[in-house]
């Protein structure tokens, strides 16, 4: 038998808490965690966020919340009172769980349950009752499907059969619902069909990574007739963001890779209370050229939010071009990016003493604060309120700005900072005039992170026509995530539809937003 420490160890002695340079150790190394979340958290908001990519900045969060649990954890173990005390903080402030998921009771009753004065059989009088959150591992189960053969005894010639439902993957394994989740592991959870096939194989399932690569593909391709549709009700609106960003493309007679192109074209009318759906469409072209965004573009008129890319100018004046000779259908506007000016000053900032540019930095910022009142007042009070409150700081802003100009060269960094909003000024300035335009391009911007980060674990598409389709299932999918819809669920039940027959006609009821209303109309009912 192992011998007792001192009666005064906290480990095994009578309880104790830890006390002296034990206590000071695990409060010292709390503290240095608990600053570097803080640092990390701040970097959450100006231009570090810019800096550092969202994703490593949660992952490195992770990391630090992990130390700081473990180090909890080691002071609760040696300090009882505080176990208690943190025990009785989760149960306060831990939530309720969904009432949707199916409840296991479990009762736990005492050794006995005899009065232990007078040895009479006790009652119940009360509980207490407490709810964890379980988890059963991913079930894999296979469909069997009968479809029974009947005969006449009469006249041996007739034969009645059901005929075979109509399924994704004619003669092959998945049913609608495994496909659909295959889909959203790799877009929407970016796990690479490799690792998907190596996690089958964990369970004893040997699909190859050709075959998953195939259902994706013909999933695809199925649901690329929606993908129009949301891409030309996209174009039809009157006011749009656009982005691009790389995709790395393997180019198998070169030996290497080639960077094509994720163009992103996305509405969103929430700010202003718009009726119209918010909705992203990714289109992939081989270039970033101006024939590519023209193509995009070719039927959009209307305000166009973006950067100041030359692509995007030169669609502009092709648009306003075929206005001025007379087209019905007007012409393109652009608007731009206060977010990206900000961010040429915050650069110089924060490369040596920049007065200048921290003034900038400011002076941004008040604009900033007010489009933070106006988020979610109708266009009409917006455009009020920046005539009212924004127009004087630009009108102060743009001398100060030419002020401050001729005193650099505009060849230096600062100079160049201060050029961006001196030669973007007409698109910098065009939200003033318009409540429905947006102070920034932020929101195609979020938009393309899961692209990137698909990016960062599939490190390339293997050619040009698994790209289109990464950018026709990626659209589908963040389209949902925008209206709250889970997208497996979606895909699942839209797959169904579209293999059973579902008309051309009716393809605006399988959109996300309209689904989603589907399903809320029958839970309703059913209620």
Known sequence: MLPRCAPRCWRCGPSSPPSGPLRRGLEDRNE???????????????????????????????????????????????????????????????????????????????????????????????????????????????????????????????????????????????????????????????????????????????????????????????????????????????????????????????????TGWFWAIARDDRPWGGADPPAVVFTYAPGRGHAHAATLLKDFRGILQTDAYAAYKAVAGAAGDEAAAGSADGGVLLAHCWAHCRRRFYEVAQKRPAPIAHEALRRIAALYEIEAEIRGRPACERRAVRQARTKPLLDAMRPWLEQCRAQLSKKSPLGEAIGYPLNQWEGLTLFLDDGRIEIDSNVIERSMRPIALNRKNALFAGHDLGAENWAVLASLIETCKWHAVNPEAWLADVLARLVSGWPNRRLAELTPWAWKAEQDALHRAAA
């Open 32 to 258: 240095r965690l608990q600053h570097f979340i803080r640092q990390l958290q701040r970097m959450q908001f100006g231009r570090r966020s810019e800096a550092l990519d969202p994703d490593q900045l949660n992952l490195a969060l992770e990391d630090l919340e992990q130390a700081v649990a473990e180090a909890d954890a080691e002071a609760e173990k040696a300090d009882p009172p505080r176990r208690e005390a943190r025990a009785r903080e989760r149960r306060q402030n831990r939530g309720a769980l969904p009432g949707h998921l199916p409840r296991i009771e479990v009762v736990i009753e005492p050794p006995t349950t005899i009065c232990p004065c007078c040895s009479g059989a006790m009652h119940i009088i009360g509980e207490d009752r407490s709810e964890r959150l379980d988890v059963i591992p991913m079930r894999w189960q296979v469909i069997v499907t009968r479809r029974p053969k009947y005969g006449c005894r009469a006249c041996g010639s007739a034969v009645v059969q059901a005929p075979a439902p109509p399924r994704l993957i004619e003669g092959g394994l998945p049913t609608e619902r495994l496909v659909a989740h295959v889909l959203v592991a790799k877009y929407a959870d970016h796990a690479p069909l490799y690792r998907q096939a190596q996690m089958l194989a964990r369970q004893g399932i040997a699909l190859d990574r050709s075959t998953l690569a195939s259902w994706v593909g013909t999933a695809a391709a199925e649901l690329k007739p929606l993908w129009r549709l949301l891409r030309d009700d996209l174009l039809g609106s009157a006011k749009l963001f656009v982005d691009e960003t790389p995709a790395p493309v393997l180019d198998p007679g070169r030996g290497r890779t080639k």
